[in-house]
């Protein structure tokens, strides 16, 4: 569990690291699968009944129609099949890392993409589960940073709750060791 990782600060480990949850970062291209294994099911039958409604209109028009309709249907296969392949990749290339300096964002299937904060720019944590992400265990963790408004979001990550705990224990540490390491007279009175 204690891994470094590349590109890494001085002393930085990985204390947790996780993908998306599958089923929910793919739950857009159940669609596109059912409809791919309806077009391959049903692709000999959708011929037939091409071909006679062919055989019904060639005395009108004298047009390919058969194989017009063969070259999109075949088209709409292939197209099918490489977006879920983009799908699956693009799942595959998202990774959730939380160091014991920063939380990160590692995705990309062409050109790679890292995106972080350091514990102590973090301000506030939202996180959000809908009806399916609760029965599947995952949810959506925003990390809010103090400039610019800047945020993280971290989408469909397995144990959100354990996720956050983590990473408020981590943030909790951070701010204790910055409040017993900064001069006295920058010291809030509260905390003397």
Known sequence: M??????????????????PRFSQ????????????????????????????????????????????????????????FLSLIWTYLSWKSTCYILTNKRVMIKSGVISKK????????????????????RISSAGDIEIFGGRDRTSLILENIPNPDKFE???NQKIENVTQDYETHQPKDLRDERYQ
């Open 25 to 80: 970062s793919v739950a857009s291209a159940y669609l596109r699968l059912i409809i791919l294994f309806l077009l391959l099911y049903f692709f000999t039958t959708i011929i037939r009944y091409l071909a006679a409604i062919q055989t019904q209109i060639s005395t009108l028009l004298t047009i390919p129609f058969v194989e017009w309709s063969t070259d999109v249907l075949l088209l709409i296969i292939i197209l099918l």
């Open 165 to 167: 705990d983590l990473l």
């Open 2 to 19: 204690n891994r470094t990782i590349k590109n890494s600060h001085p002393g930085e480990r990985v204390l947790f690291s996780t993908r």
């Open 114 to 133: 890292n995106v972080y904060m350091h514990f102590n720019k973090i301000q506030d944590i939202q996180v959000s589960q809908g009806f399916t992400q």
